[in-house]
Every structure is written in structure tokens, then in C-alpha cells.
């Protein structure tokens, strides 16, 4: 297998980052495959359960950027790797990861894929999602509930002290880097553009 092409998806909790990367196949008619940084959380099951909530998730530093560094090169290799498979509602990595083959594009979603200089380099395309706070808090909420096991309290005391804090440091500051800035939702000429470089990109290195 020829090495995997990476396309960055970046903004902030609740964008709209996931469905944009869920559309590139759609958009360019090519092998895609979509892989989440929220997959590559540090695992703290060292940690006493109590602890675990008192870590903040919206810092950078809350990801296994080594362990994410070794899977994009083997799959930019063509080589199958193995992605961690985290328990939101326990904040821990389970022991057993799942296969993930390449494929001809490997579109990347998450908080903070343009944050440091050498994954920023591994991306033929990189795009930032713009999104109103409110709007990101009720998507924010709702995914939260209904797949991670929250309350919406504690969703929503969440984002007042960590995720909006956090996304004023490290999220909005990735603009300066990313190729295109979308706005969600997507305008008519924004999709337009989004489609033509996604196209452009998964061709070209």
C-alpha cells in the first residue's frame, strides 16, 4: 500500500469538525479514512477514580502526541496501525486497540492537530472550523450526555472552566496555520472552496 495522505481537521468542541472530516470520501471520490485525536487521551487508569475528573482534558497535554506520532508514520508508510481505544466514562485506555489499515487519505479530526510544528508538516491540507461558543456548548452537551455518560451539569461546568479557557489558548491561536478557514455551517462559496481543496489536496503532496 502506497503511503496515506494526511488532511487536518481543526477546531474547537463542537464545531463541526467531524462532519466535515466524514465528508472528504464524499467530496473526492477517493479511499478515506477518518481518525479522531480524541482517540489518543493519556490513559490514567494510575490514577485513583476520583482524580480523573480533576484532569484538564483541554490542554494539549492530555494527548499521547508520541503515540499518535508513531501511528501517522506507519500509516504514511502503508503499514496497518493500531489505534488506542479510549472509555470516556472511566478515562481510561482499554487494553486491546482496534486495526486501522490506510488508505489513500486519512482525514484527522481534533482540538489541536496544527498545535505542534512537526504534525503540522505531515498535512497535504489542514482546515479550521469557526463556530459560536453557544452553538459549540449545545452540540457540546449533546454528544456529551448521550455517548460520553455526562451529566449536562457537568458538561456545562466543563466548558465555563476548562474548554472555553482552553480553547481561547490553544484552539483559536491554530488559525494562523491552517490552510483554509471554514465557518460552520458552511456557507454556499465555503463548501465550494472546502470541495475543491480537499480534491486538490488528496492528488497532490
Known amino acids: 500500500m502506497s503511503s496515506s ?3 487536518a481537521v481543526v477546531g474547537g468542541s463542537g464545531s463541526g469538525k467531524s462532519w466535515i472530516a466524514g465528508r472528504v470520501g464524499e467530496w473526492t471520490g477517493q479511499d478515506v479514512a477518518h481518525l479522531c485525536q480524541d482517540d489518543f ?4 487508569s494510575h490514577l485513583p477514580e476520583a482524580e480523573r475528573a480533576l484532569v484538564n482534558f483541554d490542554d494539549p497535554a492530555a494527548i499521547d502526541w508520541e503515540r499518535l506520532r508513531e501511528i501517522l508514520d506507519a500509516l504514511q508508510r502503508g503499514e496497518v ?3 488506542p481505544v479510549y472509555d ?3 478515562h481510561t485506555r482499554l487494553p486491546v486497540g482496534r486495526p486501522f489499515p490506510p488508505a489513500e487519505v ?3 479530526d481534533g ?3 496544527l498545535h505542534h510544528e512537526w504534525l503540522r508538516e505531515k498535512f497535504s491540507l489542514s482546515v479550521f472550523v469557526d463556530c ?3 452553538k459549540r456548548l449545545r452540540r457540546r452537551i449533546a454528544r456529551d450526555v448521550l455517548e460520553r455518560g455526562r451529566t449536562e451539569e457537568s458538561v456545562r461546568r466543563q466548558f465555563a472552566d476548562h474548554v472555553q479557557p482552553m480553547h481561547a489558548k490553544f484552539v483559536e491561536p491554530q488559525r494562523q496555520w491552517a490552510t483554509i478557514c471554514v465557518s ?3 456557507t454556499e462559496k465555503e463548501h465550494a472552496d472546502l470541495v475543491s481543496a480537499c480534491s486538490a489536496s488528496s492528488e497532490n503532496k
Open 5 to 7: 495522505k494526511l488532511i
Open 41 to 44: 487521551y493519556q490513559d490514567l
Open 81 to 83: 496501525a493500531e489505534i
Open 88 to 90: 470516556f466514562a472511566t
Open 106 to 108: 486519512v482525514v484527522l
Open 111 to 113: 482540538l489541536w492537530l
Open 132 to 134: 459560536p461558543e453557544e
Open 184 to 186: 460552520s455551517p458552511l
